[in-house]
């Protein structure tokens, strides 16, 4: 059985930075592409940024790119969503989960965690 648990989120101001972990566990976290997604209010959940199985890679949505960056340790069956320069619009529950392929937002695995929720204040 999955089990993902995202943490990391809050309340921050425009132009504000936070750091959102995601660690899994009841799979062999190295052998999975993975990517962090996104739900806003009354929104579908969007795939943000994406990870090779071993961090050689990483691909981004161009409405976060060059703002957020995605890292992973396996070690530590943790990846990670560094966001910097929030926006409003950024506002959202962040999710993890594994992807077929770091670029491609087909999720792996059908259990989602509880998210973890970013509110960004302008």
């Known amino acids: 059985q999955v089990q993902l648990v995202e943490s990391g989120g809050g309340l921050v101001q425009a132009g504000g930075s936070l750091r959102l972990s995601c660690a899994a566990s009841?799979?062999?976290?190295?052998?999975?592409?993975m990517g962090w997604f996104r739900q806003a209010p009354g929104k579908e959940r969007e795939f943000v940024a994406g990870?090779?199985?071993?961090?050689?890679?990483?691909y981004y949505r161009d409405f976060v790119k060059g703002r957020f960056t995605i890292s992973r340790d396996n070690a530590k069956n943790t990846v990670y969503l560094q966001m910097s320069s929030l926006k409003p619009e950024d506002t959202a529950v962040y999710y993890c989960?594994?992807?077929?392929?770091?670029?491609?937002?087909?999720?792996?695995?059908?259990?989602w965690g509880k998210g973890t929720l970013v509110t960004v204040s302008s």
């Open positions: 990870i090779a199985w071993n961090g050689g890679n990483q």
């Open positions: 009841g799979r062999t976290f190295s052998d999975y592409d």
């Open positions: 989960n594994a992807v077929r392929q770091y670029f491609n937002r087909m999720v792996r695995w059908d259990y």
